[in-house]
């Protein structure tokens, strides 16, 4: 830590007081304010430690802006109002106040560090509500750099592939330090690139091997938010791509079964999604969130996230991707047990699916055909309790799918197993077992090995069928998640 006595890199300037908030916090005492923006908080399923002293320090302007959960929380206990109609200074002010050039001496540290403003933090880390950088820290200068090389080792978009390992992403301490600067085109092709590997990887390696080794880049992705861009077309891009970036962790801890680090990215991918008014960020967060609440046993939350997709999505032209959002809404409608609700969102998905592909259609749907298209169906159809259905569409998309897609063919393979085992047909669900037994040395995928052990509990009672036995002891000699 730099000594209190080192001079600061900016003049000092006495913090002007929030009259706006004071007054919309009323005749409440600044504890019971804190308690009331802690529900509001909980309402929206965010996490904030408010107390009566952010109160007074918002109040005093020492906060000049809030990290992005307490925005979230503030923007929805004042329906309307933006950040500045509550008296804070608007984030494009006090973004990039770390940025120094080459040679700068780092701003002094307060000598009582609870004393420090937080105006900028939540920026580097905007799904922790805590402050675990302090703004005056120079480590958190070295920290932000160190994790930016996490994909811009070598600067434009070969950086994803620079240092492979197991699953292509670098460690976020692999490389020597160099001083922050404004992001450029460079930067905001090697996001983009990044963002494109952990989508291939995860199509062929699933989530489990890869989720912790994404989080340095989204890390980096946000440092460079913080340090500002060159130009507004290249803010644009790097904020498109920090939020698509977000989806991408997010369905990895997703499909790695950490629902509540999936809906943290993604409720921060939409946030990024409405700072900035990007339509398309804004349906696939939401598409995304359907999907998680599906997951979650909250099929009422899954139908009104995927119908918000839908309002985002109208205008952009893409009728697949109104085929999959009306797919996540079937899918709501199947978790409620709705099965006229159900029918009328396949319906709508298979007519737009059947307009085909276009222009307009999202990068990130590659991994969205037939196949699946017939998996998402089958899974409705299970819901239901239509095993025979189910079980046929299920089949389908395991023989459709592209063979580059490992990890959907495997999903298909143990959606089927379950179909046909619930279906009543052991010894066609033990084969299937096994086939997708056979991929999991390709695949880490926890939502796949959670089918297969609800398969094999209800395969259990016929043990002695021709080959359940064989599937029920190789599942079972399956090593544990760690």
């Known amino acids: 830590m730099a000594s209190s006595s080192v001079p600061s890199s900016q003049p000092a300037r006495p913090p002007r007081p929030n009259l706006v908030f004071r007054h919309l916090r009323g005749s409440r005492s600044p504890a019971e304010f804190a308690a009331a923006v802690r529900r509001a908080a909980r309402e929206i399923g965010e996490r904030v430690s408010c107390d009566a002293r952010y109160v007074h320090r918002v109040e005093a302007g020492e906060i000049r802006c809030p990290n992005y959960a307490y925005e979230r929380v503030f923007l929805h206990m004042f329906p309307g109002r933006t950040l500045t109609d509550l008296g804070f200074?608007?984030?494009?002010?006090?973004?990039?106040?770390?940025?120094?050039a080459a040679g700068d001496q780092p701003a002094a540290p307060p000598e009582?560090?609870?004393?420090?403003?937080?105006?900028?933090?939540?920026?580097?880390?905007?799904?922790?509500?805590?402050?675990?950088?302090?703004?005056?820290?120079?480590?958190?200068?070295?920290?932000?750099?160190v994790l930016r090389r996490a994909f811009m080792t070598g600067g434009g978009a070969t950086v994803a592939a620079a240092t492979?390992?197991?699953?292509?992403?670098?460690?976020?301490?692999?490389?020597?330090?160099?001083?922050?600067?404004?992001?450029?085109?460079?930067?905001?092709?090697?996001?983009?690139?990044?963002?494109?590997?952990?989508?291939?990887?995860?199509?062929?390696?699933g989530a489990d091997g890869l989720y912790r080794r994404a989080a340095a880049p989204l890390r980096a992705a946000y440092a460079l938010l913080d340090a500002g861009a060159t130009r507004q077309r290249t803010a644009d891009r790097l904020y498109s791509g920090a939020g698509e970036l977000a989806i991408s962790v997010g369905w990895l801890a997703h499909d790695s079964g950490r629902f509540d680090d999936a809906r943290s990215h993604y409720a921060e991918a939409l946030a990024t999604a409405r700072v900035t008014g990007d339509a398309a960020l804004e349906a696939h967060a939401f598409c995304n969130t359907a999907f998680l609440a599906r997951d979650a046993g909250r099929?009422?939350?899954?139908?009104?996230?995927?119908?918000?997709?839908?309002?985002?999505?109208?205008?952009?032209?893409?009728?697949?991707?109104?085929?999959?959002?009306?797919?996540?809404?079937?899918?709501?409608?199947?978790?409620?047990?709705?099965?006229?609700?159900?029918?009328?969102?396949?319906?709508?998905?298979?007519?737009?699916?059947?307009?085909?592909?276009?222009?307009?259609?999202?990068?990130?749907?590659?991994?969205?055909?037939?196949?699946?298209?017939?998996?998402l169906e089958a899974q409705c159809w299970s819901m239901l309790g239509d095993w025979t259905r189910a079980a046929r569409h299920a089949r389908r998309a395991a023989e459709l799918q592209d063979p580059h897609?490992?990890?959907?063919?495997?999903?298909?393979?143990?959606?089927?197993?379950?179909?046909?085992?619930?279906?009543?047909?052991?010894?066609?669900?033990?084969?299937?077992?096994m086939r997708a037994l056979d991929l999991l040395g390709e695949v880490q995928s926890s939502r796949v090995r959670s089918m297969l052990s609800g398969t094999s509990r209800v395969l259990l009672p016929h043990r002695r069928t021709s080959g359940v036995s064989e599937f029920l002891d190789r599942h079972a000699s399956l090593p544990r998640m760690v």
């Open 89 to 100: 200074a608007p984030r494009s002010s006090v973004r990039g106040r770390r940025t120094r």
């Open 112 to 145: 009582n560090p609870a004393n420090a403003t937080s105006e900028t933090s939540g920026a580097s880390e905007p799904y922790e509500t805590h402050n675990r950088y302090d703004p005056y820290d120079p480590h958190d200068h070295e920290e932000s750099d």
């Open 164 to 205: 492979l390992s197991p699953y292509g992403l670098a460690p976020e301490a692999s490389a020597a330090q160099r001083p922050v600067r404004r992001a450029g085109t460079s930067d905001a092709c090697a996001l983009e690139e990044a963002v494109r590997r952990i989508r291939v990887l995860d199509d062929r390696h």
């Open 299 to 375: 099929p009422r939350e899954a139908v009104r996230a995927a119908q918000a997709a839908q309002r985002a999505a109208r205008p952009l032209g893409s009728p697949r991707l109104m085929s999959l959002l009306a797919l996540r809404e079937a899918g709501g409608w199947a978790g409620l047990a709705d099965r006229a609700g159900c029918e009328q969102a396949l319906i709508r998905a298979q007519a737009y699916f059947d307009r085909g592909p276009g222009e307009a259609d999202p990068e990130w749907m590659t991994f969205y055909g037939e196949a699946e298209l017939e998996g």
């Open 405 to 433: 897609f490992t990890r959907n063919i495997a999903l298909y393979t143990a959606e089927l197993a379950d179909d046909l085992a619930r279906d009543g047909r052991p010894e066609e669900a033990a084969q299937a077992g």
